[in-house]
């Protein structure tokens, strides 16, 4: 039986003045769980600082046995170095043969970390784990090829992109562990601040799903509004090509591509994008990609479900429109 860690990541849910808030399980973990639950493996979640009686019944539905909340000095909370340690040091402690995280910035910065400190292989923005035959399935050459790599260690880390799985839920019943790491420190890397988006920030690319992303067809920053709008009705992430990012139209957080973030989402919606080999990289995996552009022989609209034959800038604010009216 092999001990298979995940590390969850947790978001606080705002409640009413009455109530505290709470923490809640990121639903792109739930497909990460479905994942991990092989066969001969027994699953050990990892939250950093939370409070476990608010995930149990939560993770307990999806199959996992063992919850673990690792607890970090207030102090030092937010720091990934210290973060990284205690990872370490609980995965030595629960005897873990391999660890599932995320693709996400978080678990961009803390798994090749713990990696390097337990000289791990690491497998990243993987779309499958074998985990009985230490398989890890990821994409190559701009999104062209599948590689299956074949990992060999005494511990193994994956890092799964978000919503390439989907989730099933598996009812089982989890102990309370804990591991305490309020004596870690970090010497050569200190959080000076932290603080919160603010509320009209854009939802993750990594977690969104359903994306709606502007490119050199969008022509300027103020057009980028008219997606935003759309976006907002839609409950939706913003997205960009490379073209519109090296333009200044937005921010480089936007982009989805080989370069950018590489996303999964239900539905991505391509404004105004042709569709190069290097953003198709970053948004293949999407289950339902729609394109809007002018030209009926972009390379987008060889390679989506659906696409309308439109100039974006007439189309969007119409599409928001009816949207509005419901």
């Known amino acids: 039986m092999k001990n298979i860690g995940i590390i969850i990541e947790t978001d606080i849910r705002e409640s009413d003045a009455e109530e505290l808030d709470k923490s809640e399980v990121k639903a792109i973990c739930f497909g990460m769980i479905t994942l991990a639950r092989q066969k001969n493996c027994e699953l050990f979640a990892f939250v950093f600082n939370a409070e476990i009686k608010d995930l149990k019944s939560e993770l307990e539905s999806f199959g996992i046995t063992n919850l673990v909340n690792v607890v970090l000095a207030p102090e030092h909370q937010n720091?990934?170095?210290?973060?990284?340690?205690?990872?370490?040091?609980?995965?030595?402690?629960?005897?873990?043969?391999?660890?599932?995280?995320?693709?996400?910035?978080?678990?961009?910065?803390?798994?090749?970390?713990?990696?390097?400190?337990?000289?791990?292989?690491?497998?990243?923005?993987?779309?499958?784990?074998?985990?009985?035959?230490?398989?890890?399935?990821?994409?190559?050459?701009?999104?062209?090829a599948i590689a299956t790599i074949k990992t060999a260690g005494e511990t193994l880390i994956f890092g799964i992109r978000p919503n390439a799985v989907e989730p099933v839920m598996a009812q089982a019943s989890a102990r309370i562990l804990k591991f305490d790491g309020t004596d870690l420190v970090a010497t050569k890397?200190?959080?000076?601040?932290?603080?919160?988006?603010?509320?009209?920030?854009?939802?993750?690319?990594?977690?969104?799903?359903?994306?709606?992303?502007?490119?050199?067809?969008?022509?300027?920053?103020?057009?980028?509004?008219?997606?935003?709008?759309?976006?907002e009705?839609?409950?939706?992430a913003l997205g960009a090509s490379r073209v519109a990012v090296d333009e200044g139209w937005v921010p480089y957080s936007m982009q989805v591509g080989q370069t950018g973030e590489k996303v999964s989402p239900k539905v991505y919606i391509a404004c105004g994008i042709s569709g190069s080999i290097q953003h198709f990289a970053g948004m293949k995996t999407s289950r339902m990609i729609i394109a809007i552009n002018r030209d009926e022989n972009a390379a987008i609209m060889s390679n989506c479900d659906y696409y309308a034959k439109s100039d974006v800038l007439k189309i969007i604010p119409r599409l928001t429109e009816l949207l509005k009216n419901g």
């Open 79 to 144: 720091n990934p170095a210290v973060r990284a340690k205690a990872m370490v040091n609980a995965v030595k402690d629960f005897n873990i043969h391999a660890v599932l995280g995320l693709s996400t910035p978080m678990g961009k910065d803390l798994l090749p970390r713990a990696a390097a400190q337990l000289d791990a292989p690491l497998v990243m923005d993987c779309i499958h784990v074998d985990l009985e035959n230490f398989l890890a399935k990821t994409s190559h050459y701009s999104g062209k």
């Open 189 to 231: 890397l200190k959080v000076i601040k932290t603080g919160k988006n603010d509320k009209s920030a854009n939802i993750n690319l990594a977690e969104a799903d359903i994306i709606i992303a502007g490119g050199r067809g969008m022509q300027n920053s103020e057009n980028f509004n008219l997606i935003s709008k759309c976006a």
């Open 233 to 236: 009705r839609l409950n939706a």
